[in-house]
């Protein structure tokens, strides 16, 4: 008798129930929402934010078809989904006037964005769909190439600050220190000085490389190692704050990779504002603090059009050349948070800087040491300085609180807070790859890929119902539920479903029914060779088991293969094709047995199944 214990029907019914829950939202779509985050670190999105939104809409007759708040860590997030993109737009200009009434000093990012519409009663199951990648939902996608050089750069600035500082407090007599190109350059007095230096700052500096150059002279390079790390680390921090900066835009599901040594790859699905989105990915802006050189005979060279050495030339915003100091007094690493707003007298807007401890304490130092001189603010965005302001130091400012005002304008200084506030990149990044894909193309590709699945499925059932009767009608079902599995499968991961994934699930539903062919055939030989049809089905599909095992598993290693070492479009086809093999294993074997088992399991005498013709061999004399 072929008959499962109640535990695996109970099994079968549970799997398909969660596969029903967790595939349904993925039949809703999306719709229009507007979400609120917080545009200071001091502002915090809680759920009465959330409450106050909605009686506002209803007081303004802006009917919403879900309201949503997410906590991600310590961070809050407000959704309000509207049926149509019109509502949308005028709930955005809405909510934006009453909860910032002051556009120059945001205290809340109000975005247009698109939501899942799954049934409240969904999503308080924890029921999503899956995410949708670029090609499927529109969107854009940038190709960003990190700038090692100026990564290198940057490290070698902050080594000589170091290098000074290390010197000054031990002591030792320096002449002068610079950066020349990729090397530290260090001038001494004698050569007893030289050596006293060289065995100091090869003990405290280890990545760097000494050489003695003449008889006063040092030359610093970053071995091999600390260079590999350097630009590793570019890469990694210049990631972390496009994350930082796309939350800032209120971007959802956004995918940043990196792509080879230096390259990142950007993609936000279902971006709407694509034009303000690669104005802030692209912008790579950085702060830096350096002292003005004013001295007579500076200004006396500056007039003459010359820059003496160890200075720099910048211009201010209003066109009046300055020469700087190249040492760098801070950078945007020691920046805690920057906020827009405007000057208590002059009724400029600002922007408003908050160090951390470190930073607070240099600046406090160097306030104390400069009282009468000029300190430049220098905004460098795409290896270009500017001097935002110059201001003379009138007094010591101890509490790391500084304010930038010059020639801006209020959208300026919340753009430019923006960019601080996100972090700093460790290197200038320039986008070498852009493209747009719109929404209409995006459904298009969905309709296309659905269109060529269920014609595949359709087609697969048909040929299978013909030729094996009964048996493929199991089969059939146990296609279907191979898919609904599938698709649950990846909802609850919330993995990111793109084309390569689509065509991978076409070939789920060909590797599923193949193992349904394999248990069918043995089926028949099986009675071909005198077994009782209990007998033939019971060892049909025990003996076909192993068939099937063996060729999925092979699959399924040239899978793992493919999700290790592949990246973009390779691994989510590989995502989708390792769990298509799980899947079709657990629903040809167990689910289509299962059924067969209920249909035929009780019949004691029984004398035929509906699996098609079965031919015997003529006997033979």
């Known amino acids: 008798m072929n008959r499962y214990p109640i535990w695996k029907y109970l099994i079968v019914l549970a799997a398909l129930l969660i596969g029903l829950l967790y595939a349904l939202p993925n039949l809703f779509g999306e719709s229009p929402a507007v979400q609120i985050s917080g545009a200071k670190s001091t502002v915090r999105v809680e759920p009465a934010l959330l409450r106050q939104v909605e009686t506002l809409l209803q007081s303004n007759d802006l009917p919403t078809t879900g ?21 949308q737009l005028k709930a ?25 519409a799954s049934p409240n009663w969904l999503t308080a199951l924890g029921a999503h769909p899956m995410h949708l990648g670029l090609d499927l939902r529109g969107g854009v996608h940038f190709l960003l190439q990190v700038d090692m050089e100026g990564a290198l750069t940057a490290r070698y600035d902050s080594m000589t600050a170091d290098a000074r500082t290390l010197l000054r407090d031990a002591k030792m007599p320096l002449e002068r220190i610079e950066r020349q190109g990729q090397s530290l350059q260090l001038d ?19 990545d760097l490389t000494f050489t003695s150059q003449g008889t006063d002279r040092l030359i610093g390079k970053l071995n091999e190692t600390a260079v590999i790390q350097v630009q590793n680390n570019a890469v990694r921090q210049n990631i972390t704050t496009l994350y930082n900066r796309i939350n800032e835009l209120g971007v959802a599901e956004p995918i940043i990779q990196q792509q080879g040594s230096d390259r990142i790859i950007v993609q936000l699905p279902g971006v709407q504002d694509v034009a303000k989105a690669k104005e802030i990915l692209g912008r790579t802006a950085t702060l830096e603090i350096r002292m003005v050189e004013d001295s007579p005979s500076a200004t006396a060279a500056l007039n003459s059009g010359t820059v003496p050495f160890g200075l720099e030339r910048y211009t201010e ?33 600002t922007v408003n800087l908050t160090l951390d401890s470190k930073g607070s304490r240099i600046f406090r130092d160097v306030t104390r040491n400069n009282i009468g001189k000029r300190m430049a603010i220098v905004l460098v965005e795409n290896g270009v300085g500017e001097v935002v302001t110059a201001p003379v130091i009138r007094s010591e400012i101890p509490n790391g609180q500084v304010q930038i005002s010059g020639s801006m304008t209020a959208q300026e200084a919340a753009d430019v807070s923006l960019l601080l506030r996100a972090g700093s990149l460790a290197a200038p990044m320039s986008i070498i790859e852009e493209r747009t894909i719109g929404p209409s193309l995006g ?42 599995l599938l698709l649950a499968v990846l909802s609850v991961l919330q993995a990111t479903l793109t084309l390569p994934g689509i065509a991978a699930i076409a070939l789920t539903l060909g590797m599923a029914i193949d193992a349904n062919v394999l248990i069918n055939e043995r089926i028949r030989e099986e009675l071909r060779n005198g077994a009782s049809p209990q007998q033939a089905i019971s060892l049909g599909f025990d003996r076909a088991w192993a068939t099937i095992f063996d060729s999925n598993l092979t699959s399924l290693i040239v899978g793992v293969a493919l999700l290790t070492f592949g990246t973009g479009p390779i691994r989510g086809f590989a995502v989708v094709h390792c769990l298509g093999i799980l899947t079709s294993m657990f629903s040809s074997v167990v689910g289509v047995r299962a059924l067969v088992n209920l249909r035929y399991g009780n ?19």
Not at 199 to 204: A, D, G, I
């Open 67 to 87: 309201a949503y708040f997410e906590q991600t860590g310590s961070v809050g997030t407000a959704r309000v989904r509207f049926a149509s993109t019109d509502a």
């Open 92 to 116: 955005k200009d809405l909510i934006e006037r009453n909860l910032n009434p002051d556009p120059a000093n945001p205290e809340y990012t109000v975005a247009l964005n698109l939501i899942p």
């Open 188 to 206: 001494f007095s004698s050569s007893q000085a030289r050596d006293a230096a060289f065995t100091e700052l090869r003990r405290q500096m280890p």
């Open 317 to 349: 915003r209003n066109g009046v050349p300055l020469l700087l100091r190249r040492q760098v007094v801070l950078t945007g690493e020691n920046l805690q948070d920057a906020q827009p707003g405007r000057d208590s007298q002059t009724q400029q807007a």
């Open 443 to 484: 459904a298009e590709n969905i309709k296309q890929g659905f269109d060529s699945t269920l014609y595949g499925f359709i087609a697969i059932a048909i040929f299978i119902m013909v030729y094996y009767h009964l048996m493929g009608v199991f089969s059939t079902i146990g296609l279907t539920f191979n898919v609904l």
């Open 603 to 621: 019949k004691r005498r029984l004398q035929h199944i509906s699996i098609g013709q079965v031919w015997k061999p003529e006997n033979t004399k």
